[in-house]
Nanobody, 126 residues
């Protein structure tokens, strides 16, 4: 069993920055791929960014590429998402997720992920 707890959400003006964290506990963190998803108002949950278990490979949605950075600190069992140049359309509940095992999978789909956090609200005002 893995528990994921997001933090760092809040209200920020457009153009500002915000950093999210996701603390993992319960099982070994180092062998898991991790990702951030979000659910914007009235929309389906969508992929934001993903990172391999090693941290060497990252993936981004086109809408956030160049503005968001995903990283992980395996020693602290923590996943991060640094969000810069925020836009009102980035307003959403942000979730972290983890995929157990080392097999290759589609990071961009939410179905392969095994565990999810409860989400943290990010609101970007115009």
């Amino acid at each position: 069993q893995v528990q994921l707890v997001e933090s760092g959400g809040g209200l920020v003006q457009a153009g500002g920055s915000l950093g999210l964290s996701c603390a993992a506990s319960g099982r070994t963190f180092t062998s898991y791929a991790m990702a951030w998803f979000r659910r914007r108002p009235g929309k389906e949950r969508e992929f934001v960014a993903g990172i391999s278990w090693s941290g060497y490979t990252t993936y981004y949605a086109d809408s956030v590429k160049g503005r968001f950075t995903i990283s992980r600190d395996s020693a602290k069992n923590t996943l991060y998402l640094q969000m810069n140049s925020l836009k009102p359309e980035d307003t959403a509940v942000y979730y972290c997720a983890t995929k157990m095992g080392l097999a290759r999978f589609n990071y961009y789909s939410d179905s392969p992920y095994d565990y999810w956090g409860q989400g943290t609200q990010v609101t970007v005002s115009s």
